[in-house]
């Protein structure tokens, strides 16, 4: 209504004209121009003038002519207009603006700052997509993730009214989710994924993967010494595989142990010899670093011979070649062997230097007696089932 007042009182102020614009002749010619619908002089263009009106021969006839017009838009401001109030209610009813928090919601980009972007969703008024929700990583604009003016996405709403009356969306929720869904097939398919440390703390390492944030056990990183010397392992990047994935508990629980497991297998195959390096000694044994894979050369596989100390023939640091006895898959762990590449009992404390140089042929004999031992045992199971047939 306020427009259609305004309309009339424009018209009405036309008439009345100034000494500092049109003068009065100058506003009659140009008004009887428009009630006769005339070319203008000017532009050679149409006007023409709905309401046909008499043009008052004085000032005050046109400050009349003005109140006049004043008090009949006050009266009946709908004169003149096309559709009622019903009608124009039954028009807007055909339109849903109703939007709740969670709902998914297709719009379009119409405005963008280093803040954010305004969005068309169809409602009222536009939508706002501030700069933290517009990706799962830091953005110095919105345009880096493809949003630009007529960019057609699909948000979510995370909140329905901001201080400027506004409903706010986001991407990152959206892409946060996808993240899960993916990181739980990932687990499903038992895959190897590559993530980067990014903290550690008294349990283990905090590790950015797949989009998300994950924890890494000290117990589950193959590397030795990682929980006496974590920041020796920050920003590096390892891989790693999924333990657990639990959206709704938000944990994400990985390891690295697995993951580097997982790679050796096809190679360090059992009887397989391997150049290694002493990372540790213990009581039990010497943990052997092989191509960045930490397996357990125990007390008991390092010599035929009795062996009280490993210290007496092991020291960090020292090179030696072992042979990859069994892998555990589940426990992500690798057990060496000395023992069986010792040409005669006791090699190994007497004359290292004599097993490494016989070690891939005694390896290979160690893997023909496993090959005859496997062919034996699937002999009698073959006679076995033949025989309860």
Request: net charge negative; hydrophobic share 40%; aromatic share 6%.
């Amino acid at each position: 209504m306020a427009a259609i007042v305004a309309a009339q009182s424009v018209a009405a102020g036309a008439l009345l004209g100034s000494s500092k614009g049109f003068g009065l002749a100058s506003s009659s010619s140009r008004l009887a121009g428009a009630q006769l619908g005339v070319k203008g002089a000017s532009n050679g263009s149409r006007v023409t003038c709905r309401t046909a009106f008499t043009i008052p021969k004085s000032r005050q006839g046109l400050l009349e002519e003005v109140e006049r017009r004043w008090e009949a838009a006050l009266e009946s401001p709908l004169a003149g207009v096309e559709f009622t109030h019903e009608e124009f209610a039954e028009v807007l009813s055909k339109y849903d603006f109703s939007f709740e928090i969670g709902d998914m919601v297709k719009g379009v980009v119409f405005k963008s700052d280093y803040n954010g972007a305004l969005i068309d969703i169809g409602a009222k008024a536009p939508a706002y997509l501030p700069m933290a929700e517009a990706c799962i990583h830091k953005l110095r604009s919105v345009e880096e993730v493809g949003l630009y003016p007529g960019t057609e996405e699909e948000f979510v709403i995370v909140k329905d009214d901001d201080d400027n009356g506004r409903m706010i969306l986001s991407l990152r929720k959206i892409q946060h989710e996808l993240c899960w869904e993916r990181c739980a097939q990932l687990l499903a398919d038992d895959v190897v994924v590559r993530g980067t440390i990014l903290s550690s703390n008294s349990g283990g390492f905090v590790v950015a993967v797949e989009g998300l944030r994950g924890f890494v056990p000290f117990s589950q990183i193959s590397a030795r010494g990682a929980q006496s010397n974590p920041e020796e392992l920050l920003n590096k990047e390892i891989p790693l595989k999924f333990l657990e994935v639990d959206e709704e508990r938000t944990r994400l629980v990985l390891s690295n142990r697995k993951a580097t497991f997982a790679e050796s297998q096809s190679a360090f195959g059992i009887g397989s010899v391997v150049v290694g390096t002493v990372q540790t000694v213990k009581p039990y044994g010497a943990f052997i670093d092989i191509g960045g894979v930490s397996g357990l050369l125990h007390i008991s596989q390092i010599s035929h011979d009795r062996l009280t100390s490993v210290e007496t023939v092991l020291s960090p640091g020292d090179k030696l070649k072992v042979m990859v006895l069994s892998q555990d898959k589940d426990r992500g762990r690798i057990s060496l062997s000395t023992k069986k590449l010792e040409p005669t009992p006791g090699d190994m404390l007497r004359n290292p230097q004599l097993v490494y140089e016989k070690a891939d042929e005694m390896a290979k004999t160690f893997r023909q007696r496993v090959a005859q031992a496997e062919a034996a045992a699937r002999a009698e199971e073959l006679r076995l089932q033949q025989f309860q047939e």
